[in-house]
């Protein structure tokens, strides 16, 4: 599914022409490209055929969550991409059920992880949201004890939640990790961020990261010193 790179770079981007360019630039310096909902909702199957001709594995960051028959619908649906992503998402907060049903409906040429808890939410916000912020990483794990149940390939956590996930589960279950930032760059709108290092000291199988990349002068050479740092 993907070279020995743990690189996915986020195109979060709604501009195709960019998606392309950088997808290009990047070949050969990452193991893996995002595209998420910002991308698919304004370019569909032909935006996310388009960059995938660039050879590149895709992450198909949809973020299912609703009854099990719809999502089940739906990844049964998106899997028609050709080529098919190589990992696809549901919300592990949609439950047991649904999670199990989405299983159904991937087959094996596509990994299929359950996000748990969103980078981009503060302490403040997950009190707000109905959870006790002081027990995030028990949250976390849940959600990914419940992700393995279902027959799941892995999850996407935050960095802060890696150690209780990856002792708890067995090694080959995957984990995607968000939020991550080279030292010298901003958090932006993530509140629980690591350094790529960090990340893969802590057990990361797959690092997401965008602006640290995307945005800077020359991304191939910003995703080259990303990967030096992990060797």
């Known amino acids: 599914m993907m070279t020995n790179n743990p690189i996915c770079v986020a195109l979060d981007t709604p501009k195709l022409s960019r998606a392309i360019e950088l997808a290009n630039q990047l070949r050969g310096h990452v193991g893996m490209l995002k595209l998420g909902m910002e991308f698919f909702y304004a370019h569909g199957a032909a935006g996310y055929e388009a960059v995938a001709d660039c050879g590149i594995p895709i ?25 098919p992503p190589a990992i696809t998402n549901v919300h592990a907060t949609g439950g047991l ?105 802590a057990g990361a199988d797959i690092l997401v990261i965008g602006r640290a990349i995307t945005g800077a002068e020359n991304p191939a050479e910003a995703a080259h010193k990303i990967l030096e740092s992990l060797s």
């Open 59 to 83: 992450f198909l960051d949809m973020k299912l969550h609703d009854i099990p028959n719809t999502v089940a619908q739906g990844l049964t649906s998106l899997l028609k991409l050709a080529p």
């Open 97 to 201: 059920e649904m999670m199990k049903a989405a299983r159904q409906a991937v087959g094996p040429e596509t990994k299929l992880i359950a996000v748990t808890i969103l980078t981009s939410l503060s302490n403040e916000n997950i009190w707000a949201a109905g959870f006790d912020p002081r027990k995030t990483d028990e949250h976390a794990l849940n959600l990914a004890k419940l992700a393995h149940a279902a027959g799941l390939d892995g999850v996407v956590c935050s960095p802060l939640d890696l150690a209780a996930i990856r002792h708890a589960l067995p090694r080959k279950f995957m984990t995607i990790v968000p939020g991550i930032r080279p030292a010298e760059t901003a958090a932006h709108d993530q509140k629980r961020v690591a350094t790529p290092s960090a990340a893969v000291a």
